[in-house]
């Protein structure tokens, strides 16, 4: 790896391949949604693409690499995110820095052929100006989430590119929960230890952080001669869900903050039950689909939905 530009900004061409950008480009396009915050731009996380795109690896492996040789900044998750720029739209000059989820290494990789669009330049601040990044398709620019950087106006044409970010964990902020036939002190001899982490980037943890996580919340234990089902997700995600909601509000914490989430609604949870049965159903495990379809018509009933998690036949 060359630093061919100022200390604190990296640049390079040629990390990824014009076919692996137009993969990502293809890809990112069915799952794109408004970014209202940075003047209506559109964005698509990474993690929602199937399969995950072997590409995101290999910027991953590198911002983990520039910030190694360059900065040595404190870095545990990193969020992918494919960004479009449409005629018009811009991100005026800011830093990342500071910002709730530790922001401490950013990363943009050119995914558009540079003859499609005009104007949308990233410009990263030398402290005395303002630094180019390469328009060629797969070039990149990593940089510390501290320097001043923007993307000028789009004038014409769209502009897609992979951004990474490289954030510091907050596993204190994170919390752990027991759920299931453990839980709920009716665990077979065959049955699963199934925890949940929920928080801030929880999804992005390293599998270190995961790992020194799950031990201080006593999982090793609990799991011993058993299969570990785990479920990570951010709270927001997670609370979205009613059934993950109602794993939370029955299950046993373990570990960090505990998660006051309200009572799902009796319908929304029905449908989701309903939704898992399918699944089930589909894969062939035809008596785990018939519990869910039976917590389906049970809230459909108006029964309490804690009351349901706390029944025996709840799924393990």
């Known amino acids: 790896m060359t630093n061919d530009g100022p200390p604190a900004f990296w640049r390079g061409s040629g990390v990824l391949t014009a076919a692996e950008c137009e993969e990502l480009v293809q890809a990112a396009e069915f799952g794109i949604y408004r970014d209202d915050v940075v003047r209506e731009t559109w964005r698509a996380e990474a993690w929602t693409l199937t399969p995950w795109p072997a590409a995101a690896e290999v910027v991953v492996g590198l911002a983990a690499a520039a910030n190694s040789e360059f900065w040595h900044l404190p870095c545990d998750l990193f969020d992918v995110e494919l960004k479009r720029y449409d005629t018009g739209h811009r991100h005026p000059p800011h830093r990342d820095a500071g910002t709730p989820d530790r922001c401490q290494v950013q990363m943009s990789v050119q995914l558009s052929d540079p003859d499609s669009y005009t104007g949308g330049d990233l410009l990263v601040s030398s402290g005395d100006d303002w630094v180019p990044g390469y328009r060629d398709r797969g070039a990149a620019a990593v940089f510390p989430a501290s320097a001043w950087h923007q993307v000028t106006e789009i004038t014409s044409g769209h502009r897609w590119a992979l951004i990474v970010t490289a954030m510091e964990a907050r596993v204190e902020a994170m919390s752990v929960y027991l759920r299931g036939s453990l839980a709920r002190g009716e665990a077979r001899p065959d049955s699963d230890c199934d925890v949940l982490v929920v928080g801030p980037g929880a999804s992005c943890l390293s599998k270190d952080k995961l790992d020194g996580l799950l031990a201080d919340a006593g999982v090793d234990q609990l799991s011993a001669g058993r299969r570990l089902d785990l479920v990570v997700g951010e709270k927001g995600e997670l609370a979205d869900h009613p059934i993950h909601v109602t794993c939370i509000r029955t299950g046993r914490h373990l570990h960090g903050p505990a998660l006051d989430l309200p009572l799902p609604d ?38 309490h939905l804690d009351s349901i998690a706390k029944h025996p036949s709840w799924p393990s």
């Open 266 to 303: 009796s319908e929304a949870y029905a449908q989701a039950a309903s939704v898992f049965a399918e699944e089930l159903h589909a894969r062939g495990d035809h008596q785990d689909a018939a519990r869910w379809e039976e917590h389906a018509a049970r809230a459909r009933s108006g029964e």
